[in-house]
């Protein structure tokens, strides 16, 4: 990671005036803006995103005290920094949670400008380029928590409360999310304004959750700032593959393995359902997979009440090895239903 000397890059002393900061950085995006380059677009890109980068932090009151701040110890700052974000990711290497992502404002992430801004800068005041160095600190909401439920097909079915715990990256509590205390970098979130904490959430499931179906959990995203509202968090179901159900919509399909005299002559069986096996009567001449359907025995709705259906897939099972007299009666019976025999 490289230091961002943005002083440098929009050509200004560090005591300058907040005026002539927003003089300077609109005098050089004029100048290198990508429709005022044609003969060289793409480093005119560059600069231009270079430019804007710098004006985003010194256009910004709080993101400025934040910079000054850094000094000489940025470096230290970023390897502190960087050293316990590693240090976390281990600590969340076997949880299902670990690394659920931020979106919304206040939500820190890849910016579009280089990694010294997304360490230091990415979760600090409003975006466009256009803040005030003299604007005062204001409300903002915090960033919205998007992250996946893990759910067994029966625990879709019965629905219900469901304890997880996330490891959630929020404002740190010391020095709000600003990465500076008493104009010095936070000895706790070393700069980045950011920490993971370990909560704990009783989640209600709805009967019948779909796959990609989001539950909503109002106020438990990411913390606001300056007095604003927190976040969101928002959960997105993965449901897992069961091993006797197929889930189809609200239906749920089952393979039924039955003996082939069962087929031709009729016979009742036992079915597995989600709240136990049922009888199911099998018609005298029922083909090979054949589908049987059991009304109502399928996943709740979640919208109009009701169940969806259950359908049964029979499939015949061939006798293996047969006895002597077993062998006899099936070819008396291959015998009367030859033709030479009709």
Not at 243 to 251: A, H, L, N, Q
Request: aromatic share 8%.
């Amino acid at each position: 990671m490289n230091y961002k000397d943005y002083y440098a890059v929009l050509g200004v002393p560090k005591n300058a005036a907040g005026k002539d900061v927003k003089s300077a950085y609109r005098k050089l995006a004029r100048k290198w803006h990508p429709d005022a380059n044609p003969k060289s677009p793409k480093a005119a890109e560059e600069k231009f995103k270079e430019i804007s980068e710098a004006y985003e932090v010194l256009g910004d009151a709080e993101k400025r005290r934040k910079y000054d701040a850094l000094g000489s110890d940025w470096a230290q700052a970023a390897q502190q920094a960087e050293t316990q974000r590693r240090y976390r990711s281990a600590q969340g290497a076997g949880d299902p949670f670990a690394g659920a992502q931020f979106s919304g404002a206040g939500a820190g992430g890849p910016s579009g400008f280089s990694d010294f801004f997304d360490l230091f800068f990415s979760g600090i005041g409003r975006r466009g380029g256009n803040a005030q160095a003299s604007a005062p600190s204001y409300a903002q909401r915090g960033g919205d928590l998007e992250t996946t439920l893990e759910l067994t097909l029966r625990e879709a079915f019965a629905g219900g409360s469901k304890g997880i715990s996330l490891q959630i990256e929020d404002a740190c509590p010391r020095c709000g999310g600003s990465g500076i205390v008493n104009n010095t970098i936070c000895p706790q979130c070393h700069g980045t304004g950011r920490i993971v904490n370990s909560r704990r959430f009783d989640v209600t499931i709805p009967r019948g959750i779909r796959e990609g179906q989001r539950i909503r959990l109002a106020g438990q995203g990411s913390r606001g700032s300056g007095g604003g509202p927190n976040g969101d968090l928002l959960l997105e179901a993965r449901i897992a593959s069961d091993p006797t159900f197929e889930r189809k919509g609200d239906d749920l399909y089952v393979d039924l393995p039955v003996q082939v005299y069962d087929l031709v002559l009729g016979a009742d069986v036992l079915v597995p359902t989600m709240t136990g096996d049922v009888t199911m009567t099998i018609p005298p001449g029922t083909q090979n997979n054949k589908m049987l359907r059991l009304t109502g025995k399928g996943m709740p709705k979640v919208r109009g009440g009701g169940y969806g259906d259950e359908y049964v897939r029979l499939v015949g099972l061939l006798p293996t090895n047969l006895s002597e007299r077993e062998r006899e009666l099936f070819s008396e019976l291959a015998n009367l239903r030859s033709p030479a025999h009709a």
